[in-house]
Nanobody, 119 residues
Framework: QVQLVESGGGMVQPGGSLRLSCAASGSVLGINTMGWHRQAPGQQRELVASSTSDGTTTYSDSAKGRFTISRDNAKNTVYLQMNSLKPEDTAVYYC?????????????WGQGTQVTVSS
C-alpha cells in the first residue's frame, strides 16, 4: 500500500557528504513518522534518524551533529543530509515510514541504498 523509493547513495571519501532522499507513494494518508535505518555487514539494523509530521526529530548518538533529517510533507518525502562521513557510516540505508491510520498500523521499508565511505 505504501512504496518507498530511496536515492542519493553512493561512494564518498571520508569527510565528504551525501544527501539521501526517500519519496513515499501509494496510501500515504496516515503516515506519521518517516526516517532512516541502516545495516552494516554483520551488524544489526539500527535507527539513524526519524522525523514526525510536526517536525520532531530523533537521532542516534553516532548521527548527532553530523546528520540532519528533514521532511517535505507536501511531497511525502524525507531527506537525510550526511556530513563529515566516516568509514563506519558504511551501510545499506533504508527509508522507513510508519502509518498509524487509514489501515492497519505498520511500518513500511524501502529497498535500501548503499552508502560506502572509503578512501
Amino acid at each position: 500500500q505504501v512504496q518507498l523509493v530511496e536515492s542519493g547513495g553512493g561512494m564518498v571519501q571520508p569527510g565528504g557528504s551525501l544527501r539521501l532522499s526517500c519519496a513515499a507513494s501509494g496510501s500515504v494518508l496516515g503516515i506519521n513518522t518517516m526516517g532512516w535505518h541502516r545495516q552494516a555487514p554483520g551488524q544489526q539494523r539500527e535507527l539513524v534518524a526519524s522525523s514526525t509530521s510536526d517536525g520532531t526529530t530523533t537521532y542516534s548518538d553516532s548521527a548527532k551533529g553530523r546528520f540532519t533529517i528533514s521532511r517535505d510533507n507536501a511531497k511525502n518525502t524525507v531527506y537525510l543530509q550526511m556530513n563529515s562521513l566516516k568509514p563506519e557510516d558504511t551501510a545499506v540505508y533504508y527509508c522507513t515510514a510508519l502509518r498509524v491510520a487509514f489501515g492497519p498500523r505498520r511500518n513500511y521499508w524501502g529497498q535500501g541504498t548503499q552508502v560506502t565511505v572509503s578512501s
